[in-house]
């Protein structure tokens, strides 16, 4: 097997990073989305993850296996130090252990940032995820009930959350 590489995503990155987030979008209730996004909107929205957050990407073998982002939880100022995650993982790379090397790498990168917790919306039945999170620390802090409809039906919204600064004071012991 290729070896995986996780780095900052760049603008190249965005085909890849779209192609795996549409089909999730057409596929899954992992997002809440209903109509594919396009390049622009894509490459838009890379623009607009600057410091301290981020986008990450999975590469194997020269393209674009997964993605991660580290991304604004809410516009109000005492938000500043909590930051909402996604991971997504390229379908037919599912249980490669790459949404596990994406995950290691956004808590690593979120703690260097100087954010103190990370939520996570997870939308729709996806087992791996909640078992993904639960694998970094991540508890369940809430279930919103019924608030997404996709694919005919109601979908419910896990919430998910991992203070980093606990993290940080086990490291320093």
């Not at 596929?27 to 990450?56: C, G, M, S």
């Not at 252990?97 to 940032?113: E, F, Q």
């Amino acid at each position: 097997m290729n070896q995986t590489i996780i780095r900052t995503a760049t603008e190249p990155d965005v085909p890849g990073i779209l192609e795996i987030y549409n089909d999730a979008i057409l596929n899954t209730t992992a997002t809440f989305d209903t109509e594919p996004q396009t390049l622009e909107e894509k490459r838009k929205w890379l623009r607009e993850t600057a410091y301290p957050y981020i986008v990450l990407v999975a590469e194997r073998a020269g393209q674009v296996v997964g993605w991660a982002s580290l991304r604004r939880f809410r516009t109000k100022a005492a938000y500043r130090y909590t930051a909402e995650n996604s991971v997504y993982v390229r379908k037919d790379c599912h249980a490669e252990g790459i949404g596990t090397a994406l995950m290691r790498r956004l808590v690593d990168v979120g703690a260097d940032s100087g954010f103190h917790t990370i939520i996570a919306g997870i939308a729709g039945d996806n087992p791996a995820s909640l078992r993904l999170h639960r694998r970094f620390g991540f508890e369940i802090v809430g279930v919103e009930r019924e608030v997404g409809y996709k694919f005919e039906r109601w979908i419910n919204v896990t919430w998910m959350q991992k203070i980093l600064s606990e993290d940080q004071a086990a490291r320093e012991k």
